[in-house]
């Protein structure tokens, strides 16, 4: 059973960077679809990005395109997302996910969820 761990959320003004990264433990990380998903408050989880393999073959969320990256290394069961150009509408909660299933932009693609890690953005 794979368990992942979120870290690198904060408070950061518009226009800022932030860097988020998943560790995994407990499983064959290197099999798994994994992704970025964030939520609001009162609104659904929303997909943000997801990457299969070292990093070659990604997927991203139309509002992030062009700002985040998505990368993974998986000899060392992480997975980053570096985000640049924050606005006031990246506020959320931001949860990594591992799935089986590709590109895994839904919800219900992912199997294990971390416990999610918040990201503000003030203006």
């Known amino acids: 059973q794979e368990q992942l761990v979120e870290s690198g959320g904060g408070l950061v003004q518009a226009g800022g960077s932030l860097r988020l990264s998943c560790v995994a433990s407990?499983?064959?990380?290197?099999?798994?679809?994994t992704g970025w998903f964030r939520q609001a408050p009162g609104k659904d989880r929303e997909f943000v990005a997801s990457?299969?393999?070292?990093?070659?073959?990604?997927s991203y969320g139309d509002s992030v395109k062009g700002r985040f990256t998505i990368s993974r290394d998986d000899a060392e069961n992480t997975m980053i997302l570096q985000m640049e150009k924050l606005k006031p509408e990246d506020t959320a909660i931001y949860y990594c996910?591992?799935?089986?299933?590709?590109?895994?932009?839904?919800?219900?693609?992912?199997?294990?969820w971390g416990q999610g890690t918040q990201v503000t953005v003030s203006s």
């Open positions: 407990g499983g064959t990380f290197s099999k798994y679809v």
């Open positions: 996910g591992a799935g089986l299933r590709w590109p895994a932009t839904r919800v219900n693609d992912y199997v294990y």
């Open positions: 990457i299969f393999g070292n990093s070659d073959t990604t």
